[in-house]
């Protein structure tokens, strides 16, 4: 089995690949679009891609890809507590650069104002690729945002360790694939994912389309809204909602009574959420 | 009068800060947050910040910082048409090095895809820097993705026009400040925007929230959820609705109500929406 996954090693998304997928064959693409373009032209059997950060939001570029471009079903989904990480190498003189993904310097922003108001920070492709940089040049005065399976891979020193801005930072992934595997992890709940497009002449629509879920107590766990790409102001919706015995029948009757209001319905996915615990 | 925006010179930002405020002083800063800093330090009478785009949705770092970090009143909204081109340097060799914001990179990726598949894309702080970095390297087969004043501005060749992916690329921009100053441009609405933070002991609170809108006729034109950065699930909601002569009362009869519910009701702006049309 072969399973792709946004790279590179020692990303938060290799993290999660090792412990779900620990014997299999796992391969690390560059970019959430080529991990979704490998798993559509079968180049793979189930891609792994963030979704959500409970600092930064929803990975966009996740979900407009799913919804634009793929078919993919999510089978399941990986949550990843994030410890973010000062790496470098042990010096007396002050920072000048820290390098890192976008995603790792918002989580980070607070911290690193408030302790190295005059290093500039600037952007790299991932966070691994941050820590490499670094690593290539130890007579400069720079450090890399990255977790600690960087710091280890790339043999940098731990400056400051646990330095995101929220303590409980967490990463939602994505298990996009045909089979609905199970894991050997701990188990936290079960979700159903739709993506909603609602009719224009229907005043009212999207508070139609939540009572849909709310008067038959189905508990909403997230409502986003992404834009259609068409024009400002048309978009589409992803709304999770908890599955479970009660719910089940309930949930399908939801999607029933959406589909007669006129509302495009694409189920996403039905699927176990695993908690990773990061060592 | 003072107004700060998001540069540099040359930037989307900057082209409608000179529309609107054609003979003010106009102060470039490096970022979002540096714009809004500098209008909570009173540096500065008017902010003016990029919010949404109809391709690549919020810009969620404007929209959390005012509101975690500021208390400013949106006192005005522009939309401007996008147009984004390809420039560089007249040459027979083929692109190596496509140069830009990740924005302008995102709105136009099927485009550079399709056409330069071989070329890689750079991320840099702005479509100015990019056009400026290509400015200085005329020798190199690289090209950067910007606005047709950045052309101007750098002195480039315009190698391909209007190569953003959506033809209706349109880019909403908010004005903070505490003046409700008129402006001579036409008006296309006006708008009330909401953040709304939902107790946690009532179920379907969504739902409720929103409730009080739709059985009042309120036209809801967007809503987006944010995480309040305390842990995964946890959002605020920022919601636009119109206002006319008829919603003007409706709306603070929804707000009281919301309130009653247990809602945190942050009012964001009452404001007019002006077009600029870029030329």
Known sequence: MKVAYLGPRGSFCSVVAEYAFPTDKRCAYDSIIEVIEAYEQACCDFALIPIENSTEGSVTMSIDKLFHDSKADV?????????????????????????????????????????????????????????EFVQQHPERPIAAVANYQAAEMFDLEILAENIQDSAQNTTRFWLLGKDKQRFDLPVQGQKVSLALTLPHNLPGALHKAISVFAWRDIDMTKIESRPLKTQLGQYFFVIDVVNNKENRSKISFAIEELVTLGVQVRVLGDYLVYAVDEV
Chains 1, 2 share one sequence.
């Not at 989580?107 to 941050?130: C, D, E, G, K």
């Open 75 to 131: 089978v399941g989904e990986f949550t990843l507590p994030i410890s973010q990480n000062l790496l470098g190498h042990a010096s007396e003189q002050p920072l000048e650069l820290i390098y890192s993904h976008p995603q790792a310097l918002a989580q980070t922003r607070n911290y690193l104002r408030a302790h190295y108001p005059y290093a500039q920070v600037q952007v790299m492709p991932s966070t691994s690729a941050a820590a």
